[in-house]
């Protein structure tokens, strides 16, 4: 799932109704699902649940997956094989699977979507998404595409600099470099509201912090309303930016970050109203490296995802 933990994980570590897992099935990169294209990308998660102590704990993941798309007219790859500047993460791409047009609709209970931050919501809000319908940040490719991928867990911060070696069966053999010394990069940890429990019925101020050399912040939250028996009846999410966005359906935030001097925002008043948990997201990225001219083209992504659940109550 686009080289991130999948946001399931989070019900099981935090044991509340916080969104996640049931909001959307698995979609692929479709911000660079074009032919003959190769995309790197290297994730950190920080999550951090709230304990019966009154504190948070906090956990890391770190994972690297690679996606090689060609077109179903060329040749098929066998024996495919990328290995980055860590050795350790070399592996075989599987593939090909068929990724298309008719990929990226919604499964399981609607999407109710606000976005932009204020303290009020915004009138012509929200937007639901059904179950069948395009999510909102889908590009869906024009033509079927082959994929072949792989993905790693890598248990620690790894280089993202360094030589990036492809091969397949039948004399492919590719070399790209990534100059400088980067590595995975670290979290931009969400630093309020330094709290267990927020009121939903009141605008929600939020921060996080500083991240030098990032090219901006993309920052969203989710939350479940369920039913007495804990059925997810209507997912709710909100995002920062200016329109309707799923983040799983998203892969690329290029488009939608915000500036990197900003590091706060306000959910807008009611928005999670009826919610158990909340959780607040910040995402941050680093200028992706890039080799659009060459066969296949590279992109690197490098990519972090601090997360922060909260219980929720109604002060009126």
């Known amino acids: 799932m686009r080289g991130w933990v999948a946001l399931g994980v989070v019900l099981l570590l935090a044991g509340c109704g916080g969104g996640g897992g049931q909001a959307a099935k698995p979609v692929v990169d479709t911000h660079t699902a074009t032919a003959n294209t190769l995309v790197v990308s290297y994730s950190h998660w920080v999550i951090s649940v709230p304990q019966d102590s009154g504190q948070n704990a906090s956990q890391d993941f770190f994972t690297y997956a690679a996606h090689l798309w060609t077109s179903p007219s060329a040749a098929l790859l066998t024996g495919v094989k990328l290995t980055p500047p860590a050795a350790t993460l070399a592996d075989t791409l599987v593939g090909p699977q068929t990724i298309d047009p008719a990929d ?15 303290t009020a919501i915004a009138s012509g809000q929200p937007t639901v998404v059904q179950t069948g319908a395009w999510m909102p940040g889908y590009i869906h490719p024009t033509e079927s595409l082959y994929l072949y991928d792989a993905a790693k867990d890598s248990g620690a911060t790894e ?19 990534v100059d400088g010394a980067n590595v995975m990069l670290d979290a931009a940890l969400v630093t309020a509201p330094d709290v267990i429990v927020v009121d939903t019925l009141h605008a929600i101020d939020f921060t996080w912090s500083d991240l030098p050399g990032v090219k901006g912040y993309y920052a969203y939250a989710e939350g479940d309303v369920t039913d007495a028996n804990g059925k997810v009846l209507r997912h709710v999410l909100w995002n920062i930016g ?48 890039q080799f659009l001219t060459t066969s296949p083209a590279l992109t690197v992504l490098n990519t972090s995802l601090s997360s922060r659940v909260y219980a929720t109550f109604t002060q009126k």
């Open 159 to 177: 280089p993202v600099s360094g030589d990036y070696h492809l091969t397949a069966d039948g004399g492919v053999d590719h070399t790209w470099h």
């Open 242 to 289: 200016a329109t309707p966005l799923i983040f799983d359906a998203v892969y690329d935030l290029t488009p939608y970050l915000v500036p990197a001097t900003q590091h706060g925002a306000t959910i807008p008043a009611g928005v999670f109203y009826g919610c158990r948990s909340i959780q607040i997201h910040v995402a941050a990225m680093t200028p992706p490296a």
């Open 104 to 118: 990226g609709t919604l499964t399981g209970p609607p999407n109710v979507i606000y976005w932009g931050s204020g």
